[in-house]
């Protein structure tokens, strides 16, 4: 099952990879979402990392933080579930922090949320409202060895 969600994620994702310019761009440019999407995107990526990294415990998690909504709201999604979120750099040489990545694309009136460790990567896209957002997909598992 995870297979085909997999497939028809990426066949998504490939399908708007199209371009009419002559040359293509390699960067892409941040979606900016209201405080009540970026909380409701956040909490639910959140809740799912943590279903895949395990309880926080002693766990820190390491991210960049870019002064987004959508950054503001993950870093606090997470420090509800319990993690240490380090987001100045600066890490206790007796630490070893989980580094993730993340990110927010628009298409088709849709957002791509992406969160991402050196050991998993999790997607789905939402449908923002003005009261928030909603999974409108199946979240997407990658388990890296």
Not at 56 to 82: C, F, H, P, V
Request: glycine residues 10%; proline residues 5%; neutral net charge.
């Amino acid at each position: 099952m995870r297979t085909i969600t997999l497939l028809i994620l990426m066949a998504a994702l490939a399908s708007g990879c199209q371009s009419t310019s002559e040359f293509m761009t390699t960067s892409s440019i941040p979606v900016a979402i209201t405080g009540p999407a970026a909380g409701a995107i956040a909490g639910d990526m959140a809740s799912r990392l943590a279903e895949q990294i395990g309880p926080a415990g002693r766990k820190s998690i390491k991210m960049e933080n870019d002064q987004s909504e959508y950054a503001m709201a993950l870093e606090a999604a997470l420090k509800g579930w319990g993690y240490t979120v380090i987001t100045d750099g600066k890490v206790a040489k007796d630490q070893k922090p989980i580094e993730i990545s993340y990110s927010l694309d628009g298409f088709d009136g849709q957002l791509f949320a992406h969160l991402g460790t050196p050991t998993v990567a999790l997607g789905r896209t939402y449908v923002v409202t003005s009261t928030g957002a909603t999974p409108s997909s199946p979240l997407s598992v990658m388990q890296r060895n």
